[in-house]
Structures are given as C-alpha cells and as structure tokens.
C-alpha cells in the first residue's frame, strides 16, 4: 500500500509547487480509508464532505439522465476530486463508482476555513484543480454537443442530397437510352418532303407552344381528360405511338387545336413521323430539365452549407442578415419537417436591418432552438413550426414556437444549465441551450422562454447594432 507523504504529494503535478509543511498540514487533517470494488466514494444529491485525493485505485464518474448511466469519466491515483475551496455547489452532482480497490484521503469541509486563512499555495493549487476541472468538463461537452450537432446535419444532408444525386443518375441513364432510339425515328423524318417554308412553321409553331407564359395547372381529372382528347386526335390521323405523344404534349400545355394547326401544314402521310420528332424532342428536353434542376438543388445546397457554416469568411462580428442564417439552417433540417410531418410557418419582417453579429455563432443558436423544437414536436405526431422576426426598440426579436408537450413550469428556470437535458441518452449533452446562452451573451442579447401545454416559445433579443 502506498503511505502518504508530503513528497508523495507534492509528486502530483497540481501540488508540486506548494510548499511541504502545507501538505502535511494537509495530511494531518484529512480522513483515510480504503473503499472495496463496487462502493461508492459519493453519490449524486448527497453533501460534499470534501476534497478527495486518490491515492490507489481507480473510480467511474457517471450522471443518471432519464433512468441511464452516462458515464463522464475515471479517475485514478494521483488525481483530486469532490468539493474545492470556493466551489458554490454544496451537494454532490455526480456519481463516483469503485471500479478498484480504492485506496484514498479527505480533506473535510470543515478544515477549508483554516486552509483558505493559513495555507494561500495550497488553496491556489486546490482552485486551480477546480478552474482546470471545469474547463476540461466545459471543452468535452461542447465538442460532444458539436459532434451531435454535426451528425444531425450530416444525416439532413446526406438525405437531401440522395434525392437530386439519385434524379440525375436516373435521368442520364434514361436519357442515353432515349437518345440510343433516336437514329431510327430520325430515318422517318428524313424521309419527309417539306418545303423550307413548311419546316420553319413547324418549327415556329412548336416554340409557341412550348414557351407559352400562361399554361393551365390541370388537376388529374382534367389531365386525364385533355390526354384521352388529343389521343383520340392522333388516333383519328394514324399517328403511332399515340399514348406516349399525348402524355407529352399535355405535359408541354398542347390542345387539340394547336394539333389541327399543325396539320394544316403537314401533309397527311407525314403527321405520325414529325409529331414522333416533336415528342422525342420534348422528352429529351424534359430529361435535361430534370437532370439540371436536380443538378441546381444540389449546388442550392452546396451554397447553403457555406453560408451556413460560414466558411471563407472572417471570424470577427459583422453585419448579417438574421434571415439569411435562419433560412440556411431550415435547408440544412429540412429533412427533419419532413419526417416529423411539421407545418412550417415564417413570418418576417423583411424591414429588420442587418446585425452586428458573429454569423457562425449566430447560425448555432438557430440550430440548436429549431432543432429543439423538432424533438418536442415529435410526440404530437402532427407539428406546427412558426418563426417570426419582429423589431423591439433597438433590437431584434426572433421567436420559434412549437406546439410541443410544453416544458414544465418546475424545470423552466434549469434549462439554460450545462449539462441539463430532459433528452433520451444520445440525443442531447445538456449543453445546447448553454451554448446558446452564452453565445446570447458574448452579443449582449437574451435568450428567455415562455411555455405551457402545446405552446412553447423561445425568445432571441439581438441588439442590431452589436
């Protein structure tokens, strides 16, 4: 067994500057004791009794969040733990678990008095172990929210882009087997005499139609009825292939007059092989269509990304547009309103001038709010999402409300604290609304909320002028 001694002590990097005599002082005024595997060396909602040192053994550190261990972290000999000078928390917030024969001493509450009065490098280094512990507890939280929040939008993406990315793949291939057919129908339209006159009204006439401002929005009633119409049309003038024809020409706004327009200046035996050209080129042109609409929804969301994570620009605040951020972050959780069946509602005032802001920081607390508001939704079944931006005086207020459960009134004044979440284990750090907190802060704005049953909202004041 391992005896205690200044030395020993003084061996511990957080120590090694305080002076011997201290740390016997130190020594003579704790508690020693050994713990078997399995013990608890204090649990979560207990007392402080004091500073711990670990001088053999090792411990788990867990919190329970809705029913479950998470665990935080394992300490081991050399390492100090529990209740530092000037720490405001009195009771125990966590859980340290035996995981080995533990062999360890306490400094009790009761001596710190003297220690704070008597022994100045000590109580240093003993705060130093407390600002240190909270920084590296801060750092793993914030990059575990980061992480979480990285994984979210990943999928969002991921989903997204599957879409487009699997349109343009089945569009080029349709489209290569298209244009694999085309050399047998271009044998029939070569074989047709027109004069050149001919082929230019033709040609017009079919631009006419197809670049008309104002077709009809049909519903499928009507549709189907206007196919059955020119199919019968083509069918009447031995025109082959007539389903597939009338199905495009509905699709391009035709009638059954443009076709009789056509026909005045078509001779008879040659109304199959051009209406079969026209349809081949209105299919190619809508397979291109696809293709490049598809094509542009994936650069929509390359550029959202960018704007979103703000990439190629500074890290100082500037002026942003509040819309534009908010916007970016619906792009990157789109996939979320769809899957959650949620009524988007965005009432703007497109008059709010820009803000002093740090537009990453900004698009964070967007992220985690609307994020939130997705998760409470999800046990309504049927969601309903209003983001409205207002001016206040000299600020800017942007509300986002959920007809969520509601937070209880209880645990309302505890969901900005690091580490709080009422979320399954995976699915929230506790820090988000943290984060969201101090971001609020470093903008001298507030972050407040107001909930009950089927209405929760969170209120963001910014001060436009930063």
Known sequence: MQTVTADWLQSIETLNDVPLDQLQWMIDNSIHYCLPEGHYLFREGESAEGTHVIIEGRIRLYMIQNGEAREVSLLGPKDISGYLPFSRGKTVNINGKVLENLTAMTLPIERFREMISQHYELTAALVHVMTTRVRTFTSLQQQNEKMMALGKLSAGLAHELNNPAAAIVRGSESLIKHLQLQPESFKDVIAIRLEEGEVDLV?????????????????????????????????????????????????????????????????????????????????????????????????????????????DQGKGKELTDIHSGIRNTLTMLAYRLKKGNIELIEDYDTSLPKVMALVGELNQVWTNLIDNAFDAMEAVGRGKLTIRTTRDHEFAKISIIDNGPGIPEEIQSRIFDPFYTTKDIGKGTGMGLDVVSRIMKQHNGTVNVKSEPGRTEFIVCLPIKG
């Open 203 to 311: 040609r017009n006439k079919l631009f006419e139609v197809i670049r008309r401002p104002d077709k009809p929005h049909l519903t499928l009633m009507e549709r189907t009825e206007r196919e059955d119409e020119i199919r019968d049309w083509l069918d009447d003038h031995d025109v082959s292939n007539s389903d597939e024809i009338a199905e495009s020409f509905v699709e391009y706004g035709f009638s059954c007059e443009d076709l009789g327009m056509f026909k005045e200046h078509i001779p008879a035996s040659s109304l199959s092989p051009v209406f079969n050209w026209i349809n081949n080129s209105l299919v190619t042109e809508r397979m291109v269509q696809d293709i490049q609409e598809a094509s542009q929804r994936i650069f929509h969301l390359i550029q959202s990304v960018k704007n979103f994570t703000h990439m």
